[in-house]
């Protein structure tokens, strides 16, 4: 059965520092992957998205970028944190078009 | 583009009694639709999905929802809610032509009295 893990759990960052949050999908080849941030009493913002190793696609603009660096793994990084940048970071995979997401457990993420 | 809108911010309902959630959409083809529930603090967990065929489809958790083309609707229902039923519940709408693209309602905070 198809797993997706994303650490760390939580995490706690001053202001200018920079951020990494993974995300893997175990169980499944070539899926597509997803990056979403949850701010506070909110819905859900789509980030980025991938289908492919190196295929990275932007839906916002900001401080934040994506790579994929294997086929079943996501990365969500900053070089420089915003307070702004606070919030429940999820991750997710798909296959195929169209097709129901699956969430992994989500990165809080506090910026001070 | 397609956007989807969830009327109810925060509902509260009696253990036991019936509990409906609204989710309007707005797409120009037939989309795919989705109900997640959430639980504090973790991710989103899939209830069930719309694709085609029967408008009314059956979930986990003993959840039901109707698809209804004329009023770009997508009603989540429960005929008898448990406390463990109390979560965030979010309606999602997703291109047909696309790669997984989702556009998600601000979500519907349900609250279970005893």
């Known amino acids: 059965s198809q797993t997706i893990h994303q650490w760390p759990a939580t995490l706690v960052q001053p202001v200018g520092s920079p951020l990494s949050l993974e995300c893997t999908v175990e169980?499944?080849?070539?899926?597509?992957l997803y990056w979403y941030r949850q701010a506070a009493g909110r819905g859900l913002q789509l980030l980025f998205y991938?289908?492919?190793?190196?295929?990275i696609s932007s839906e916002v603009p900001q401080n934040l970028s994506a790579s994929r660096p294997q086929d079943r793994q996501f990365i969500l990084s900053s070089k420089k944190l915003l307070l702004s940048d606070s919030g429940f970071y999820l991750c997710?995979?798909?296959?195929?078009?169209?097709?129901?997401?699956?969430f992994g457990p989500g990165t809080r993420l506090t910026v001070t | 583009a397609q956007s989807v809108t969830q009327p109810d911010i925060h509902i509260t309902v009696s253990e036991g009694a019936s509990l409906e959630l609204r989710c309007n959409y707005s797409?120009?083809?037939?989309?795919?639709l989705f109900w997640y529930v959430q639980s504090p603090g973790q991710g989103l967990q899939l209830l069930l999905k719309?694709?085609?065929?029967?408008?009314l489809v059956q979930g986990i958790k003993g959840f039901e929802a109707e698809f209804k083309r004329s009023q770009s609707s997508f009603n989540l229902r429960k005929p008898s809610v448990h406390w463990s039923d109390a979560a965030e519940y979010f309606c999602?709408?997703?291109?047909?032509?696309?790669?997984?693209?989702?556009?998600f309602g601000a979500g519907t905070q349900v609250v279970v009295t005893p």
């Open positions: 997710a995979w798909s296959v195929g078009r169209g097709h129901e997401q699956y």
């Open positions: 169980g499944t080849s070539n899926p597509n």
């Open positions: 991938s289908v492919g190793i190196g295929q």
């Open positions: 797409y120009g083809a037939t989309p795919y």
């Open positions: 719309y694709f085609s065929g029967d408008t």
């Open positions: 999602a709408v997703g291109e047909t032509d696309s790669w997984g693209k989702f556009q």
